[in-house]
């Protein structure tokens, strides 16, 4: 099976995510060889924590999977960018992208839709 070169980022590769219909940017995260073996397995977008240093697969607590309908991958084999079909928000704060916020001046602003909110989510 063909796969990234995760000895250069140390054992990890930063996978971009992008909405697989509108190529919108849902977030950033990164795998290992594991995640990226169980995703190519599952047809899910699992992912290495690095903070909680495990496997994470995206939905397996709020129900808002990330199914994989391509996968690109750089020129040197070092990242990757997943073309998902996204079910509910993509961002833990209850954003569908993590990227719902502008730099504007000193300042955000919030340009992103908010689709759920994440007490209810993450009881």
Not at 18 to 27: A, F, N, P, R, S
Not at 50 to 70: D, M
Request: proline share 2%; with cysteine; net charge negative.
């Amino acid at each position: 099976m063909l796969e990234p070169d995760f000895v250069k980022g140390n054992g990890l590769i930063p996978a971009i995510v992008q909405d697989c219909i509108t190529g919108e940017v849902l977030m950033l995260a990164y795998m290992n060889r594991e995640s990226w073996l169980k995703t190519r397995e599952s047809g899910k977008a699992t992912y290495w924590s690095r903070s909680r240093n495990s496997l994470w697969i995206k939905g397996e607590t709020s129900g808002h999977y990330q199914i994989i309908k391509e996968i690109l991958i750089d020129c040197d084999a070092d990242a990757i960018v997943l073309k998902v079909q996204q079910t509910g928000a993509a961002c833990h704060t209850g954003y569908r992208s993590c990227f719902y916020r502008k730099i504007v001046g000193e300042s955000f602003e919030i340009i992103g839709e908010k689709l759920v909110d994440p007490e209810e989510v993450y009881k």
